[in-house]
């Protein structure tokens, strides 16, 4: 099979691989469709110090399974996180944390820009028929933006969301079906558009005046930028409450003396639900496949990159087999 390979210093390629085999309890999968998304991005930068086959938001069939599953030739999406089933935190149904976890395309596991890959069958969830293959490509950037409404009780409060990439638009989505009064601070109009069309409350930084300090109770940080932090302690209230959502493969020294003396509290965020994710995706509540700008062969994952990083662009889609 052809996959995408980063080889751990900035250089991106296909190549060939052998077809993988799935281990005990895991499926193989054809992959239909996959996205390149900010994090594929980092890891390219150097990110986790990854090298090996990228890519952890996919949609595929299922062709072969080494356990009894009725997933047989059923369009599937993955939870990424692959854990021991037998710690703590997978008794927990925590397998995200498993200190022996493995996660699609970001560590120790091969990703989806590739012909096939192979996950657990316990991580596998069917597509329901009635929603495109384009829509289901966004289940696992839904479920993150869910994962906000898990670890936070938003109560139908004002919410600043930093950032307008892919993640900040879906965050400020889910959290406007949850009755949130969502203001969206971004660096592209072009972007933001869609969002000021839909009724949000959206700002161009450096354009626009920005919110009077301190004035939010919860802020959302999706900037992918490493000063995301920094620019959101400049929002949120005394006792407010900061989710970090990005992860990026810079750092930068800052003072964390604002978070105690304002006694902030700063939540991290990653992976979240998927059931909620696709039932929202199947009502038809979220449209996001509205934000693909390009598609590529997967033969053309290096230009389908440099597109991805341009600025303005939102998703950029890997057409991977019929």
Do not use: W
């Not at 054809?30 to 994090?39: D, H, M």
């Not at 495109?132 to 109560?155: I, N």
Request: aromatic share 4%.
């Amino acid at each position: 099979m052809i996959a995408a390979t980063l080889d751990g210093r900035g250089g991106l390629r296909v190549a060939e691989h052998a077809r993988p085999v799935p281990a005990s309890g895991e499926a193989l999968i054809r992959v239909l469709a996959a996205g390149i998304c900010s994090t594929d991005l980092e890891l390219r930068k150097g990110y986790m110090g990854f090298a090996g086959i990228p890519g952890h938001e996919f949609v595929g069939v299922v062709v072969d399974a080494t356990v009894p599953t009725d997933l047989l030739g059923a369009r599937v999406v993955g939870e990424i996180n692959a854990g021991c089933a037998a710690c703590s935190y997978c008794r927990e149904g925590l397998e995200r944390h498993c200190p022996k976890r493995s996660v699609l395309g970001i560590l120790n596991r091969s990703g989806a820009l590739a012909e096939y890959v192979t996950l657990p069958v316990r991580n596998l969830h069917r597509v329901p028929a009635d929603v495109t293959t384009d829509r289901a490509l966004f289940t696992e950037p839904v479920a993150a933006a869910f994962e906000v409404l898990e670890q936070v009780r938003v109560q139908g409060g004002r919410v600043l969301v930093l950032g307008d990439g892919k993640l900040g638009q879906l965050v400020a989505r889910v959290l406007d079906l949850a009755g949130a009064e969502v203001t969206v601070i971004g660096r592209h109009a072009r972007k933001l558009a869609p969002l000021r069309a839909d009724g949000f409350a959206t700002l161009v930084a450096g354009r626009d005046a920005p919110p009077p300090a301190h004035s939010f109770r919860l802020v959302i940080e999706a900037t992918g930028s490493p000063d995301g932090l920094e620019q959101a302690l400049r929002f949120v209230q005394p006792r407010g409450t900061i989710v970090l959502k990005s992860t990026c493969a810079g750092a930068r020294p800052m003072n964390l003396a604002p978070v105690v003396v304002d006694e902030v509290t700063v939540v991290g965020s990653r992976c979240g639900p998927f059931a909620p994710a696709l039932e929202a995706l199947a009502r038809g509540r979220l449209r996001p496949e509205d934000t693909i700008d390009a598609r590529f062969p997967l033969a053309e994952v290096e230009r389908a990159f440099e597109v991805a990083e341009s600025p303005g662009i939102r998703k950029v889609l890997l057409e991977v087999s019929a």
